[in-house]
């Protein structure tokens, strides 16, 4: 079956480092997203991601983030200058279209990503 | 009040008990229903999704919707140690993903 892969699957840095995180979607999908898991708390949305463009963020998705396609395959998240509240698990997921709710999200298995 | 309201547990139970797993949510624009399962390190992975007031069911899963209460289920039958996860409700919109809502998840352990 089909998986989305996030690598690494555990990441620690530095306070004030950057990190890029990065996501392999199903191949024929169209539409990215990434999720937050603070330990403990929801899963909460960050942003979308469609046509090689950002279709919606949140309030979490302020100026230290940035999502990037850089070529067919990949599906990156950059966070600028970790803060210690930074420290997720963060999700990938993707799927074929928007809408319908037979588009349901397939989900990568995660970063984690310890600041320190 | 939060969007999602979902008892994060912790719930042990019994090999073949039935479980009953609940969310609240206070936003009437929330049309599509969904229940995730996340086993521990995994991503949430879609188990069943429904739009519409009343029951859906599959296998030993039903899950239940109930709009005019806002209040919605997941219904495991003859449970077992491999149903052992993070049940997750989650909900959105009508006409886009972008503003899908999780619950906190329930925990859930079937002890053999």
């Known amino acids: 079956e089909p998986e989305v892969t996030q690598t690494p699957s555990h990441q620690v840095t530095q306070m004030g480092q950057e990190v890029i995180l990065r996501c392999v979607p199903i191949?024929?999908?169209?539409?990215f997203y990434w999720y937050r898991q603070i330990l403990g708390q929801k899963v909460e949305f960050l942003v979308s991601f469609y046509n090689n463009e950002i279709s919606e963020k949140s309030e979490i998705f302020d100026d230290q983030f940035s999502v990037e396609r850089p070529d067919g395959s990949n599906f990156t998240l950059k966070i600028r200058s970790t803060k210690l509240e930074d420290s997720a698990m963060y999700f990938c997921a993707s799927s074929t279209g928007t809408g319908s709710i037979s588009y349901g999200y397939t989900f990568g298995s995660g970063t984690r990503l310890t600041v320190v | 009040q939060k969007e999602v309201e979902q008892d994060p547990g912790p719930l042990s139970v019994p090999e073949g008990a039935i479980v009953s797993l609940n969310c609240t949510y206070s936003?009437?624009?929330?049309?599509?229903f969904m229940w995730y399962r996340q086993y521990s390190r995994k991503g949430p992975e879609l188990l069943m999704y429904?739009?519409?007031?009343g029951n859906k069911e599959d296998g030993r899963f039903t899950a239940q919707v109930d709009k005019s209460s806002k209040y919605i289920s997941l219904f495991i039958r003859d449970s077992q140690p491999s149903d052992s996860a993070t049940y997750l409700c989650?909900?959105?919109?009508?006409?886009?993903?972008?503003?899908?809502?999780f619950g906190a998840g329930t925990r859930l352990t079937v002890k053999p």
């Open positions: 989650a909900m959105r919109g009508r006409y886009n993903n972008n503003d899908m809502r």
């Open positions: 429904t739009y519409s007031s």
């Open positions: 191949s024929n999908h169209l539409y």
């Open positions: 936003n009437s624009a929330f049309q599509y």
